[in-house]
Nanobody, 116 residues
């Protein structure tokens, strides 16, 4: 079955960087679009970034453009999110997601806290 396991979250000061990883298993990773979402306390889950199966195209939420970079290593079945110039408003639980038509598969999430 599809499994997604995020890691790499933590506490970082404003202006700092983190790299999130999402290890995928149970499906042919290189065939599917992958996404990063986040959910802050009291807010709806929002799409942060997406990447096409071979990594040729990426899309970002306006709030993270120029600061975050999504990438993937299909040989390692791993999705990444490099986050630079972090702001307090980036504080959230970050999730990776893949979809099969209307069915979404989510990881358990990793907490990112940006605070001094």
């Amino acid at each position: 079955q599809v499994q997604l396991v995020e890691s790499g979250g933590g506490l970082v000061e404003p202006g700092g960087s983190l790299r999130l990883s999402c290890a995928a298993s149970g499906f042919t990773f290189s065939n599917y679009v992958m996404n990063w979402y986040r959910q802050a306390p009291g807010k709806e889950r929002e799409l942060v970034a997406s990447i096409t199966p071979l990594g040729g195209n990426t899309n970002y939420a306006d709030s993270v453009k120029g600061r975050f970079t999504i990438s993937r290593d299909n040989a390692k079945n791993t999705l990444y999110l490099q986050m630079n110039s972090l702001k307090p408003e980036d504080t959230a639980v970050y999730y990776c997601k893949t979809s099969r038509g209307p069915i979404g598969y989510w990881g358990q999430g990793t907490q990112v806290t940006v605070s001094s």
